[in-house]
């Protein structure tokens, strides 16, 4: 990319075109386009570089010339790829009748910009209404261009899918990642050969799209932290500046293209978590960035009463207005802008809930939003993933709007949380979700695939942490340990906290692996915590969204010291992927499997009889998963979550013999056993010890 910016002050400029809207390279020139249906005037400012103090050129919009419709459009002769730009607009402010906030001070951001950068980006200057300095983030010309050689998005669905969360930045910023530009998309890029060998199939990158990193209260900027997680967007078509090598010369596209190419060749889908249901602007006390100062009244939730205050679902100071038909076109079309340009390969959407409110915040029977999403031509094959809730109590899980949708499903995981823990009395809620819950997706034509599995996340404890606490530690937050969430439904073994105590700390890397067993063992779509493999920890910070430092990045030295964890993850990963009976295409119903002769499931208590499901005090749970062809393996699986070992059958299996996989009682290397080094279990008894889980394959005796 040319970023060079020739000498001359001035260049000539004509009408141009309102489509595309943004920064688009033509013959002979750069057309500007942007949206604003109330603006009496617009001004383009055209900067050298990102940290130039002045414009070297501001062009006047005429109205008559400029104008087409609702947008305003300027075409730019022999302009330079890699020239830096902003937008003023002027207008109404009367916010309390209308809800306009037109500020011709304020220098705004093109929405449609491909690349943003942010060295002179000052929230607080411009959180002030009446300060007109040169402080605004800008967007840069790009070339979109890039050599694909070939490679196409992933269209499939996520049957036989294993998601690993994690966070760009984060994953190999610290120094033990031996990256070459830790906190890149290029360093991810070094690290694929580690997520291969784990055996994930898709990656769920944090918000990568361009976000506020001083969007925190002052409580948390008084102590020097940022907006780590970056669920604070302000630039849905721009990669992350912070992740790129050289974002001043705005190569964010080429930069991100490369990762996914990288991925792709490793055949890892990429799936991107995004946040369309609030921006980085906040509510009325919040910056002018870009959609307040261009069409407040149409892309946000506003008062009824007040037209100067937001409604706030997101508990992020303000709303989307989703379901307006210019902010449904815009967010359709920048979802089809990642998958046609930047060949990414799925989505899971934010407090998605959001997304079924409609005028005033009131919520829909019928949401367009959702059906425009799915019924895309670009989106419609690719996996759609739902936070089906929102902050303000629209808990949607089961029945999100639409007909396709994925779901984060948090029953899910407060029931493996509370089982493992040692709550009695939920063997029937266990089965249940094991079984892909089919009472939250059966009924509204929905299959396993439709519950995305998981017991930890970003949000919240890390496997580490669920088992070495059972109060939140967010002190380092500056919030007076306020934030975050009080319910964890985990359980610290004993102690708060680290101990040498060597019991307690083999009992916690036990329910650990009973926690990841259970995970990869249910029907549905688990998704693993980045970290989680090699216990990472965040010493007790349940809320680490602001934690730019250790407490959240990957210690990659973890992956020596927990060898042993690491080696159970891969081979708990292993298990599952050569098992089709554990990547169902339908719910499981105890009904005959032709090929097999045997019910696809069974149900039992440790004497092979029916489960208690009644008993309120039984902690235990056995269940045989017949293989769905002749040539796969049954399964036989104990779960004992009591604190006493229990003595149990194993169900006869005619010409085949028991082969013990895992047994999570046991310390590794006997915790789990590979395939092809299974011996032949002698008998068809064996003693499940105290909070294990037993997996048992039926095969002929020669592997």
């Known amino acids: 990319m040319d970023s060079s910016i020739a000498l001359t002050e001035s260049y000539c400029f004509r009408s141009g075109v309102r489509f595309p809207p943004g920064a688009t390279p033509m013959n002979g020139g750069i057309n500007f386009s942007v949206f604003s249906r109330h603006a009496s005037r617009v001004e383009l400012l055209l900067y050298k570089a990102a940290d130039s103090p002045e414009p070297f050129q501001i062009i006047s919009l005429d109205s008559k010339s400029h104008r087409a419709y609702f947008y305003w459009h300027v075409f730019v002769e022999e302009l330079p790829l890699g020239t830096h730009y902003t937008w003023r607009t002027d207008g109404a402010n009367d916010t309390a009748e209308s809800g306009r906030r037109f500020n011709i001070r304020k220098e705004l951001l093109d929405p449609w910009a491909r690349a943003v950068t942010d060295a002179m980006w000052n929230r607080s200057l411009a959180c002030d209404p009446n300060e007109a300095g040169h402080h605004s983030f800008r967007a840069v010309v790009t070339d979109s261009r890039f050599d694909w050689e070939g490679e196409q998005t992933i269209k499939r669905g996520l049957e036989g899918a294993i998601i690993y969360e994690l966070h760009v930045g984060g994953f190999t910023k610290d120094k033990s990642s031996k990256t070459s530009h830790p906190g890149t998309f290029s360093a991810l890029i070094e690290k694929i050969p580690y997520l291969k060998a784990l055996g994930i199939t898709h990656v769920e990158l944090l918000p990568v799209m361009a976000f506020d990193e001083q969007h925190v209260p002052p409580g948390v900027q008084a102590k020097g932290l940022k907006n780590y997680w970056g669920y604070s967007t302000h630039s849905f078509y721009s990669p992350h500046p912070g992740f790129c090598i050289t974002p001043e010369l705005g190569t964010h596209e080429e930069e991100f293209k490369t990762l996914v190419k990288a991925m792709h060749a490793a055949d890892i889908g990429v799936i991107l978590d995004v946040v369309f249901n609030h921006t980085a602007e906040g509510n009325e006390e919040g910056p002018l960035i870009n959609f307040k100062g261009l069409a407040n009244d149409i892309f946000y939730h506003l008062d009824a009463e007040d037209r100067r205050r937001y409604l706030d679902f997101s508990g992020c100071g303000n709303s989307l207005n989703c379901n307006h038909p210019m902010v449904t076109a815009f967010i359709v079309h920048c ?58 109590g629209l808990y949607q899980v089961g029945a999100f709007p639409g007909m396709t949708w994925s779901e984060w499903n948090g029953r899910y995981r407060d029931v493996i949380r509370r089982f493992v823990r040692g709550d009695p009395g939920l063997i029937g809620a266990v089965a249940t979700n094991i079984a892909g819950s089919s009472d939250l997706y059966a009924d509204g034509d929905r299959l396993p695939v439709n519950s995305i599995n998981f017991v930890t996340c970003h949000d919240g404890f890390t496997l580490h942490d669920w088992v070495t606490y059972e109060h939140k530690h967010n002190e380092a937050n500056g919030e007076g340990n306020r934030d975050g969430t009080d319910d964890n439904l985990s359980w610290n073994c004993g ?55 250790e407490i959240s990045w990957f210690d990659w030295h973890l992956v020596e010291k927990n060898s042993d964890m690491l080696r159970f993850v891969k081979e708990l990963i292993a298990l599952r992927r050569r098992h089709a009976s554990l990547n169902r295409s339908s719910f499981l119903t105890g009904e005959i499997i032709p090929a097999r002769n045997l019910p696809d499931i069974v149900w039992h208590d440790a004497d092979l009889g029916e489960p208690a499901w009644d008993d309120e005090q039984v902690r235990f749970l056995a269940f045989m998963l017949a293989g769905l062809t002749v040539d796969e393996e049954d399964l036989y699986v104990l779960l004992n979550m009591s604190d006493h070992k229990i003595a149990a059958q194993l169900p006869p299996v005619s010409d085949r013999f028991w082969h013990l996989a895992i047994d999570t009682g046991q310390a590794s290397p006997l915790d789990v056993v590979e395939k092809s080094d299974q011996s032949v279990w002698v008998g068809l008894a064996c003693a499940v010890e105290a909070r294990s889980v037993m997996v048992f394959e039926a095969r002929s005796k020669l592997v």
């Open 335 to 392: 979802l089809e802008y990642w998958v046609e340009q930047m060949h990414v390969d799925g989505f899971r959407f934010d407090l998605a809930s959001v997304f079924a409110r409609g005028d005033n915040g009131v919520p829909m029977d019928h949401p367009p939003l959702p059906w425009r999403i799915e019924s895309s031509r670009l989106l419609s094959e690719l996996p759609l993933i739902a936070e089906a809730w929102d902050a303000e």
């Open 495 to 549: 102690v708060e906290g680290e101990t040498f105590n060597r019991k307690i700390n083999e009992l916690r890397r036990q329910q650990a692996k009973n926690v990841l067993s259970l995970l990869m063992l249910s029907q549905g779509v688990p998704m693993l915590n980045a970290g989680d493999e090699v216990l990472r920890t965040q010493d007790g910070n349940n809320n680490a969204w602001c934690q730019d430092n």
